[in-house]
């Protein structure tokens, strides 16, 4: 998926001289939306691991766009919510990939078009409050 899904920029595996096992990777650094995200394994276990409660959210521009990406990270994975329909977004998608890592997957244009009326709402009830400041 790094490979196939992602704007790989860098990607570091560990040595055979080091902590962590061979060939495995260190660290790496991928792009997705303009957006540049560092990931860092550790040969170290640790009593944790990921939770739904932390996810990452990409915007997508087009409905090509998030079709690709939610088929990428949803092939063989949880998915928590299917893309549709949720009234909040006219397209929206919940999945927890490969890794344990929560995925929120929007089209742009219905999540500005619910921002927009939160705003609304948000200017018509508080607007002569907020702008006082």
């Known amino acids: 998926m790094f490979n196939r899904g992602f704007g790989k ?26 957006q540049e995200f560092m ?4 040969p170290v276990e640790h009593d944790f691991t990921f939770t739904p ?3 990452m959210f990409l915007t997508c521009d087009t409905e090509a766009e998030i079709n690709r990406f ?9 998915v928590l919510m299917p893309l549709g329909d949720y009234g909040f977004s006219q397209k ?5 990939d490969q890794f344990g890592v929560s995925w929120q997957i929007d089209l ?3 999540r ?3 921002l927009e009326k ?9 607007g002569p409050y907020f702008h006082r400041f």
């Open 112 to 114: 500005s078009k619910t």
């Open 39 to 42: 990931c860092i394994d550790s």
């Open 118 to 126: 939160a705003f609304f709402f948000f200017a018509e009830k508080w």
């Open 9 to 34: 920029k860098s990607l570091v595996r560990y040595g055979a001289d080091e902590q962590g096992e061979k060939g495995s990777v260190k660290h790496g650094v991928f792009s997705l939306n303009r």
């Open 53 to 55: 409660s932390f996810s």
């Open 108 to 110: 742009s244009s219905s």
């Open 70 to 78: 939610y088929q990428e990270l949803a092939r063989g994975r949880e």
């Open 92 to 96: 929206f998608g919940w999945i927890v």
